[in-house]
């Protein structure tokens, strides 16, 4: 067994190196301000997405609403490829938007997701396929 003054030390050695790192407070509100900014452009009104009957949220989708992953914006920024324009994703997003009744952008998405299982369902299965394709070897 392991003495306690020693775990003491450990810990103690431990919480001081996460504290040297940690950001500052005018870091995180800068943080935690985008995020708010990116949370309200995603889910204008938060009821609707709390209030809603129906979809679970898949790793996948995460992806899409968060702005991670493999598309082509993400690709893009971080120089990846040349351009934001998706070319692997181009018949599932139009199978999509057929499906939805309009054209998928990140104003619309959450709102058209919350509107009715059927639009839940094809966004999900929308992402689903473009990270598995982006991710086939």
Request: aromatic residues 10%.
């Amino acid at each position: 067994m392991t003495p306690v003054d020693l775990l003491a030390h450990e810990a103690e050695r431990i919480y001081a190196t996460k504290m040297e790192s940690a950001p500052s407070p005018a870091e995180l509100k800068g943080v935690k301000a985008a995020a708010r900014q990116w949370t309200f452009r995603l889910i204008p009104d938060l009821k609707m997405w709390f209030n809603r009957k129906h979809g679970e949220v898949t790793f996948e989708l995460t992806q899409i609403l968060s702005g991670h992953g493999c598309f082509g914006e993400y690709l893009y920024r971080f120089g990846h490829q040349a351009s934001a324009e998706c070319t692997w994703c181009w018949n599932e997003r139009q199978e999509a938007e057929l499906l939805c009744g309009e054209p998928l952008s990140s104003q619309n998405l959450v709102p058209l997701m919350t509107l009715n299982q059927r639009n839940w369902t094809a966004i999900c299965t929308f992402a689903a396929q473009v990270i598995c394709k982006l991710r086939a070897p």
